[in-house]
């Protein structure tokens, strides 16, 4: 038998199937013997009403016919059962029983009996209240400082308290901001009402409160009404505990102060009686119900805590004193006066196993058998201590919470995009203005090796792209099955996206309810936003790539978009986007370099990504290990910061239209809250233009509401095209610098933090955030600059100068040979790794090296000063001309 198992002193198993709940169990001495011993009494949902006197023979007996008192049944659920004074002119104890529509208060007496059945016992109902709302709890007490007597209070399900001087009603209120019904107790030393709202926050009402303020039967619905029509409901104080919590008790010992106890999820709170955290317990386990019972020392208190681990535990404060098994999961705990022996606690579970028990030990039987004493070889425990902590080292350098042989081991999800265009379009709902709008099929197939419950493919690209179908829904797929899905991707809205990749998600369920996912990406072809054009011979914006190897042909790396019949396209190629917008390509015939150029500066994004993609696996077929890109140019900077400016402004419209918006919207409501009241009187007043001004608000706010909506989508749009920008910013700086995989990987969570832009949180203040972040760390300059501290809010700013000298400087610092980093060690080194440092920059030589000439910030990379781009035809000698320096 285990030590810390709890000793059985009586226990029964109360009726069949019943079910019952925190509030089902009370313990009093309830038909006033004066004999100073407890009665259990339970009730439960099925409306049953049981009285309990335990007198075991022997500890661990089983209910006998004469502990029963009374068992009957009330034909509706018993949500909570008290004892209290709760009848006039008298100061016995009487039993309230609440239903969900009705309040019963109950006397218990009982009657000698002259023969060997023994006494018997009845209810006498003294009074009913019959409710007007479903009810959830109740408390009692001495409501006001009234003496010998107790009064009720009911909290209804939608959060109302009722409160009744016994065989009347007194009055209603409604609980400000309710929309759960919480725990609700009753502290008589500050005669208030303290509950847990669902903010997850302990509020204290004060009965004085309550009574003075707005009658909850007679409260109106409109603002004017409610604000002369009483006084409001103010909360004496609150407590944030952060969870939703279970039970609340106030318990006042002579050995300790006056204490509020609320049994959260996950924490035990003790609070003063003002709402002061007096201490807490976090608990590593659930728990199910609690009770402080006793102060066994001066200033503290005990309190037992039931778990869903079927644990009783025993407290001291917060020290843990006492741990002891039950046969079950308590949802109510109490501790009784039964047959002279005090201290009995008393449980209830959840299906009606009540029983009595006490804590102490049983002497252990077991003999632990003798172990054979052996010598220690120090030297063989240390060489396997050497191995386990290789194997654990091992282990730690691994970032995967799953084994890499193990990741697609069970199911295998494969995406595979048509070379070809699609025959006849798929595209719907278009926004393009072009004459046809190209779709491309992606065929997705999934593998699955073991049984797949309630599976679901998510298939997702990025805005203005649109699939004809993103969500699939399949019946379970059993071992060595398959699936596929064919769909359509095509350009949708009316600007040219910044990345040409999908992602296909697909998650299900094993057999044992364990959720999975796995998922693959896509790559769609650069046809979907773009076909073959006559190249540009002007253009404003142009950059340069210079490569280790010959140029290639544009028929060898190009076939899609070159005709095999014109020779004059194997250097020089045009692309026309589906917006309207042109790029075009030239590749020199002397020189290692390739130059992109285009009227707007976001279109050189994919064109340039798709040039150095396809120059990577050409050289990769023909077994080429050491092909280089580099940027030897100048930064975009200025035009970069153009399109910042455009995307801002654009964010500062959107908060004028909702001020608008609201400002019109609180007039309109005004003028037809005087209009209804025209309406409504009896005697017909003249409208004095109400309704045309009424109509005038509405179109007011009918053009503002457009207006507005034009405004989104012309944020989408500069978002979108900010975005391309910033991935060519991304790629410049990364050939320019020559960075690795993953200090890319961190310009690339720095400068694009957001899928989506909102006005809650933008671009502009989050990237402002993560540069500084940087600036402070990897990239600072001295051990001063490290310790200044950033702000913890985030908030759209009034400009953007900022966020633009930051960029600048972050490139500067670059240059300067800093290097990316997220670890703390190269934070504090980062000064002596630079070489040459990172000296203190003038403000007004910053200003002189942002703005310059040709709308570019130059950087000079090792020595070499910026190429000076030309603007003349698209001649093979006007490509050599570019390239030199």
């Not at 959060?159 to 759960?180: I, N």
């Not at 009783?312 to 079950?328: F, G, M």
């Not at 350009?491 to 990749?501: A, D, Q, R, W, Y």
């Not at 003028?671 to 109509?695: S, V, Y």
Request: hydrophobic residues 35%.
């Amino acid at each position: 038998m285990s030590l810390f198992k709890a000793r059985d002193w009586w226990s029964t198993i109360l009726g069949e199937k019943e079910e019952f709940d925190q509030g089902c169990m009370c313990v009093a001495d309830v038909d006033n013997s004066g004999s100073g011993q407890d009665k259990i009494i339970v009730g439960s949902y099925m409306g049953y009403l049981r009285i309990f006197n335990p007198h075991p023979v022997k500890p661990g007996d089983g209910i006998q016919p004469q502990d029963l008192l009374l068992e009957v049944q009330l034909r509706e659920p018993i949500l909570q059962v008290e004892v209290g004074k709760f009848v006039s002119g008298t100061e016995g104890l009487h039993l309230a029983v609440l239903h969900c529509r009705k309040l019963c208060v109950y006397a218990v007496s009982g009657t000698l009996g002259s023969v060997e059945h023994g006494n018997q016992y009845q209810i006498k109902l003294m009074y009913e209240h019959n409710l007007q709302r479903m009810a959830c709890n109740m408390t009692y007490g001495p409501f006001g400082g009234v003496k010998g007597r107790d009064l009720i209070c009911i909290q209804s399900m939608d959060g109302m308290l009722m409160l009744f001087e016994q065989e009347s009603y007194a009055f209603g209120r409604f609980l400000p901001g309710f929309l759960l019904p919480g725990p609700l107790t009753y502290s008589s030393r500050t005669d208030s009402f303290i509950t847990v709202s669902s903010c997850q926050q302990v509020e204290s009402y004060k009965y004085q409160v309550l009574a003075f303020a707005t009658d909850a039967d007679e409260r109106q619905e409109t603002e004017q009404q409610k604000l002369s029509s009483g006084k409001r409901l103010a909360v004496d104080w609150v407590l944030n505990i952060g969870e939703q919590a279970l039970d609340i008790c106030v318990v006042s010992f002579n050995q300790a102060v006056s204490s509020v106890f609320v049994l959260g999820e996950r924490n035990f709170f003790c609070l003063k009686d003002n709402g002061q955290i007096r201490f807490m317990k976090k608990l590593d386990y659930s728990p199910s119900c609690f009770i402080p019972y006793c102060s066994v020392k001066e200033g503290t208190i005990n309190t037992l805590i039931g778990n869903h681990s079927k644990m009783l535990n025993v407290y001291q404060d917060v020290t843990l004193k006492w741990a002891t098994q039950l046969p079950h999961i308590p949802v109510s705990v109490k501790v009784a006066n039964l047959q002279d022996l005090k201290g009995v606690i008393v449980t209830l579970s959840d299906n009606g196993h009540l029983q009595c028990s006490y804590l102490g030990t049983d002497p252990s039987l077991f003999q632990a058998p003798r172990v054979d004493s052996r010598e220690i070889n120090y030297e063989e425990f240390d060489a396997e201590m050497k191995e386990l902590q290789k194997i654990i080292k091992e282990a730690t350098k691994t970032q995967d919470i799953l084994p890499k042989s193990d990741k697609h081991r069970d199911l295998i999800v494969t995406a595979e995009v048509s070379p070809n265009l699609d025959a006849e379009s798929q595209a719907i709902d278009s926004e393009v203005k072009a004459e046809t709008v190209p779709s491309v099929t992606v065929k997705i197939t999934i593998q699955s090796r073991v049984t797949a419950q309630k599976p679901n493919l998510a298939v997702c690209v990025q805005a203005p792209l649109a699939v004809t179908c993103d969500q699939f829904v399949f019946d379970d797929l059993e071992p060595d099955s398959s699936e596929t899905v064919v769909l359509s991707v095509f350009l949708k809205g009316n600007c040219s996206p910044s990345e040409l990749e999908g992602n296909c998600v697909f998650s299900y369920n094993t057999p044992t309810g364990i959720p999975k996912v796995a998922q693959c990406n896509f790559r769609l072809p650069l046809q979907l936003i773009c076909f073959p054009a006559q190249p540009s011979k002007a253009a404003n914006h142009k950059l340069t790539i210079d490569t280790n190897k010959p140029p290639v042909s544009f028929l060898t790396i190009f076939p899609d978009f070159v005709d095999p019949c014109e020779d004059g396209q194997a250097n020089v190629l045009g692309f026309q986007f589906l917006t309207g917008s042109k790029t075009t390509v030239l590749a020199s015939k002397t020189s290692q370099r390739y130059r992109i150029q285009s009227d707007q500066l976001e279109d050189l994004w994919l064109i340039t990504k798709e040039l150095t993609l396809r120059l990577e696996e050409h050289f990769k077929k023909q077994n080429c290990k050491d092909f280089a890109c580099t940027f030897s140019g100048s930064i975009p900077l200025q035009e970069y910061f153009e399109l910042i400016d455009q995307h801002f402004e654009l964010r500062l419209n959107a908060e004028k239209f909702q001020e608008l918006l609201s400002e019109r919207a609180v007039q309109f409501r005004a003028i037809e809250r005087r209009l209804l009241t025209r309406f409504k009187d009896k005697t017909p007043a003249p409208l004095q233009h109400l309704d045309t001004l009424l109509e005038g608000t509405f179109r007011e706010v009918i053009a503002l509401a457009d207006a507005a909506e034009e405004n989104q989508a012309n944020m989408f749009q500069a978002f979108t095209k900010l975005k391309s920008a910033t991935h060519l910013v991304i790629m410049l700086i990364s050939l320019w610098q020559k960075l690795s995989t993953d200090q890319v990987a961190i310009l690339e969570a720095t400068f694009l933090p957001l899928a989506e832009d909102t006005q809650e949180l933008g671009w502009e203040e989050t990237v402002d955030a993560a540069i500084s972040y940087l600036l402070r760390t990897c990239l600072s300059k001295s051990s001063k600059e490290q310790a200044l501290t950033l702000s913890s809010q985030l908030c759209m700013p009034k400009d953007t100068s900022r966020l633009k000298k930051n960029i600048t400087l972050f490139c500067d610092r670059l240059a300067k040979g800093g290097r990316l980093s997220l670890s703390t060690d190269s934070a504090t080194q980062a000064a002596a790794v630079m070489p040459g440092g990172c000296t203190t920059i003038p403000e007004s030589d910053l200003e002189e090296r942002t703005v310059i000439p040709g709308s570019t910030a130059t950087f000079p990379n090792h020595g070499q000063t910026a190429k000076q781009k030309s603007k003349t035809g698209l001649s093979e000698d006007a490509a050599e001309e570019a390239e030199k320096p």
